[in-house]
């Protein structure tokens, strides 16, 4: 099939030259096997180092995470802890202080009894007291009594009447 041209001439539109087609074969298989042991080889070789890289980044960040759930875990234990440990000092504390008012109401019911008993013993020592100096007036009127009894002469029942007089005087005194 051709294309034909003034002069006669015809100009082919397909011509296959078998020179040509073994030539880009041999071409093409050379580009080929310089591709493969040039090209192919250091490609792959970067590729895979990529991917090696990648999956160490990959294992980094797992262990960051893990690492990090670690962390978090820990943390709230720790605070958890804390909270049990605040509790029981504030429930120590309410404690103490309850043993601390128990013990102060002690003493000052012991400081209320003592002052009651020294306040009775007082009471006693100036109830003694009163009957001694009553005492004392009263053996002072005996013997101004017996004076008088004395200085006069009485009979044994107007002694009796004297003495009874006297008992009652000194009963309303």
Known sequence: MGITLSAGETLQLVNIN?????????????????????????????LDERKEKIAGEM??????????????????????????????IVSAAVKRAGERENQILAEAQQEAAELKKKAEESIELEKKKA???????????????????????????????????????VGNE
């Open 59 to 88: 294992k980094a960040a797992e262990d960051a995470q893990a690492e990090a759930e670690a962390m978090k875990q820990e943390y709230s234990d720790k605070l958890k802890e804390s909270r049990e440990e605040a509790a029981q």
């Open 131 to 169: 009957i001694n100096e009553i005492k004392d007036q009263i053996s002072d009127i005996v013997i101004m009594a017996s004076e008088k009894v004395c200085e006069k002469e009485i009979s044994k029942s107007d002694n009796e009447a004297l003495i009874n007089k006297f008992i009652a005087e």
């Open 18 to 46: 078998t020179d040509t087609i073994i030539f880009t074969l041999i071409n093409t298989l050379i580009i080929f096997l310089l591709y493969k042991f040039f090209l192919h080889k250091p490609v792959m070789k970067i």
